[in-house]
């Protein structure tokens, strides 16, 4: 029987006998994570502040430098079979690296529990669809537990067995069933080509749409290689989470402004999910919804494996208390006050990871010096510890972010500040230094 994940501690690498992920795992995996209730909503904002076409033309644009972004960093987990925040030690240095390990697990907690809060509202708004006397049913506790309970379980399960043992075999066609049937149902409820007529509010600029777009797949930097150190090789790691992922944002930001400005005429938070179960699409939205949990359980699962990289101990046990704790914050904490808070911690992490692909990729060129990454005095010891010139540009990256979004609010501000804390990493660093060697 397939041992739970936490038995690998997330700071040294997977053995090669457990690195069994397949392209296909790998695209299965980013393509359930792409599918969800978030990135339908993250389509349904474009509109009617863009028209369809250019909404079109930004998750166009957005998807591909996102997830191209998201692919990249998925390789970095297979070139060094570690953990995401354990990777950032040969750049920000053994004790640096804590920084956004502490950053990623608060972002998690919250994240996790606003996933559940997600779940349980959308499960209440289509049982008040269906029925007149929802009972039990429309009890907010009920739901919270539930899906705190399935999303907890998947965690402490891992994704080895949940990838192989559920998505592969049955999960992804259920999902691609219920994609098509969303689509299906809007072509024959609706005049699609009439939406290509519609103007724009001019609400909305075009590169606040990209930017929105872009920040889903970048929502998931500080975690792809929790996931992806589990794959054989780095190509098929970068062919499945590429393909997987932009197949899913590319469908289901569609759907989602195609859905809004063709059925979404009352307003309100569930707009959009009456607007889908109105078309005929209950059944896979109810699909959806369960594949919703995944989310969750990525988060859930990915707080534990940071905490385990700041306080050594068994994964699994860290992900049933984790588990736990975002299923109480989202029986009594209301997050809508906290979601500016995680924007704002979320917005740390793409000047990071600027800094992350030009070390890996270019200064260091794909090679890692495994016995040196949990060695105090090692060669990345840097300075006690702090690697400071990728920690310099790092903030240059988090100001250059701040400074975009708050001088030109109309454009995005994400690659910018990535590209800026990537450039200013490759001056700071000159030709000065050698990539360490490879050892096992």
């Not at 938070?269 to 919703?292: P, T």
């Amino acid at each position: 029987m397939m041992k739970p994940i936490g038995t690998y501690d997330p700071r040294v690498p997977v053995p090669a006998e457990r690195r069994v992920f397949s392209a296909r795992d790998v695209m299965s995996l980013w393509f359930s994570l792409a599918i969800g209730l978030m990135v339908l909503q993250t389509g349904a904002l474009l509109v009617p502040g863009l028209s369809f076409g250019a909404a079109l033309a930004a998750i166009a644009i957005g998807s591909v430098i996102g997830v191209s972004c998201l692919a990249a960093v998925a390789v970095i987990g297979t070139d060094t079979g570690l953990a995401t925040m354990s990777a950032l030690r040969p750049t920000l240095g053994l004790r640096g690296a804590g920084l956004p390990a502490i950053c990623n697990l608060v972002q998690l907690i919250g994240w996790g529990a606003f996933e559940i809060v997600v779940m349980r509202d959308a499960a209440g708004a289509l049982i008040q669809r269906a029925t007149d006397n929802p009972g039990l049913w429309q009890s907010p506790v009920l739901w919270t537990l539930l899906f705190g309970g399935i999303s907890t379980l998947i965690a402490v399960f891992g994704p080895l067995g949940f990838v192989r043992r559920v998505l592969r075999r049955w999960g992804i066609w259920m999902l691609l069933a219920a994609a098509t049937w969303l689509t299906w149902q809007l072509f024959a409820s609706y005049d699609v080509a009439e939406l290509f007529a519609r103007q724009g509010t001019g609400a909305l600029g075009f590169g606040t749409g990209i930017d929105l777009v872009i920040a889903m797949p970048l929502s998931w930097l500080p975690l792809v290689a929790d996931y992806t150190r589990f794959a054989r090789d780095p190509g098929s790691t970068f062919r499945g989470t590429l393909a997987g992922y932009l197949i899913g944002n590319l469908w289901f930001c569609t759907l989602g402004a195609a859905y809004t400005l063709a059925f979404a005429q009352q307003g309100g938070d569930n707009a959009l999910l009456f607007a889908l179960a109105s078309a005929g699409g209950g059944l896979a939205l109810l699909l959806i919804l369960l594949d919703e949990s995944e989310k969750a359980f990525a988060d859930i699962h990915s707080a534990a494996v940071s905490a385990c990289t700041l306080i050594p101990t068994r994964v699994e046990y860290a992900a049933l208390a984790f588990g736990i704790l975002c299923t109480v914050i989202a029986l009594f904490v209301p997050l809508a006050r906290f979601e500016s808070f995680l924007l704002l911690i979320g917005s740390l992490f793409a000047p990071l990871f600027g800094v992350v692909l030009i070390d890996h990729f270019v200064v260091r060129r794909r090679q890692i010096d495994i016995a040196a990454v949990t060695q105090a005095g090692g060669a990345y010891w840097y300075s006690g510890g702090w690697h400071v010139r990728a920690l310099l540009a790092w903030a240059l990256g988090i100001a250059s972010y701040h400074m975009i979004a708050n001088l030109a609010p109309t454009m995005m501000a994400s690659i910018p500040a990535l590209l800026i804390s990537g450039l200013g990493y490759w001056i700071l660093s000159g030709r000065s230094m050698r990539p360490a060697r490879v050892t096992a």
